[in-house]
């Protein structure tokens, strides 16, 4: 048997699961699996120790398991936070069990069913996340969120390209800046601009890889980890963009949502890294490849325009730095949310360590956009 790193009355019970599993001999095959009759016993003798909510869950388990058996791993999942709130689901529908068979097996579905099954395979790892979310998912509330944002990142880029009639490089219009949207460093104290820039894009190359990676990615994202978390991601991203900007490339305004976007992609990037082995999405090994492509070339892109010769000097043109900072939230923040399916996220220290890292970031980048432009004497460009 794992060493269990607890104490208290948990490591009690934990104690008394490996004694009864191999001392007692009821298990003596050492198969890790104990009888649920025994397990209910020594619920029923230590139970009174443990808080409310752990006795429901591992009656849950007891309840939960149709072969009459209780394997000492689930046992410690579920101990460990892993499975608590889908067990508590669980028990509000009914103490529904899982199928013996895996969820690509089953036949006869509808094609909203077989798009909630498409989701699950694409970004949950294990096979009883995917089976609780397919029998759980009801399309309500629907995954609107990013379907908003990107209506609203089209609809202003469609006003804005008849305005400035032109639909490709639209920041090469002398006009382009002079919106309340986007960032600019002469008018950074004006803080809506730190969120609001991402509903301006520079043309239609820059809007069409967003919004492509936007909806393929974020979309399904929400279907699973809903709105509230992909848009806390998406937020941070965006801000931490802006941020980044003003911090390390002083004078350069700054457009686009590649920073929310960036934030969802590396996240989901990095969740399927982390579990490679569970993902059983088709061709992940080309799609990763692929999605990498696309941000290197919309990263590319922007470096590039970064540093071509603007057409309106001295203003430099809009700054790259956003998209590192999108990746930064999406490899700390965003991770962290993905790993957590069905987990309240207010429970996982990990959450909150780069939760504070974050904080700290952001004001420590308010008062770099208070003091540090004019003690460094930055010569800004004039404001549009």
């Known amino acids: ?39 209910r016993d020594l619920l029923a003798t230590h139970g009174s120790e443990l808080d409310p909510h752990k006795l429901e869950v591992l009656l849950a388990l007891a309840d939960g398991n149709a072969d009459g ?42 094609l909203s069913q077989r798009l909630v099954r498409h989701v699950a395979y694409e970004t949950l790892p294990r096979e009883v996340d995917r089976k609780w979310y397919f029998d759980s998912y009801t399309y309500c509330p629907p995954p609107l969120l990013i379907l ?11 006003y804005y390209g008849f305005q400035l009639d032109r639909l490709v490089l639209q920041v090469s219009s002398p006009s382009f800046l002079k919106s309340p949207l986007p960032y600019h460093p002469q008018l950074r104290a004006q803080a809506w601009r730190y969120l609001s820039y991402c509903f301006m894009h ?43 900007v003003s911090v ?54 922007a470096v590039w325009l970064r540093f071509y010769p603007p057409a309106f000097p001295p203003c430099p043109n809009p700054s790259f730095v956003a998209h590192l900072g999108g990746v930064m939230v999406g490899l700390t923040l965003g991770v962290v949310v993905l790993q957590n399916y069905e987990q309240r996220l207010q429970e996982q220290s990990l959450f909150w360590i780069f939760f504070c890292v974050y904080t700290l970031f952001v004001l420590c980048a308010v008062f770099w956009n208070i003091f540090a432009y004019s003690l460094l004497d930055v010569r800004l460009p004039p404001p549009p």
């Open 69 to 110: 058996k209780i394997c000492y791993q689930d046992f410690v999942n579920l101990m460990s936070n892993k499975r608590s709130n889908s067990f508590r689901r669980a028990i509000l529908q009914g103490s529904r069990q899982l199928k013996g068979c895996s969820l690509r097996d089953e036949v006869g579905l509808g």
């Open 248 to 301: 390390t490339d002083m004078t350069a305004p700054v457009v686009g949502s590649s920073g929310g976007v960036y934030a969802l992609v590396s996240a989901h990037l990095a969740n399927v890294v982390m579990n490679w082995s569970g993902m059983k999405c088709q061709f992940k090994l080309f799609r990763m490849a692929m999605a990498l492509v696309c941000m290197s070339v919309e990263f590319g892109r």
């Open 148 to 158: 908003a944002i990107t209506i609203a990142e089209v609809a202003v880029f469609m």
């Open 202 to 244: 520079t043309g239609i190359e820059h809007l069409s890889l967003n919004m492509a990676m936007q909806l393929l990615v974020g979309v399904p994202l929400e279907m699973v980890h809903g709105a509230l978390r992909i848009g806390l991601v998406y937020v941070c991203g965006v801000l931490a963009g802006s941020l980044a």
């Open 1 to 39: 048997m794992h060493e269990i790193a607890l104490r208290g009355p948990l490591h009690e019970i934990l104690s008394c699961f490996v004694r009864v599993c191999v001392h007692l001999q009821y298990d003596p095959e050492n198969s890790g699996f104990i009888s649920t009759e025994r397990f």
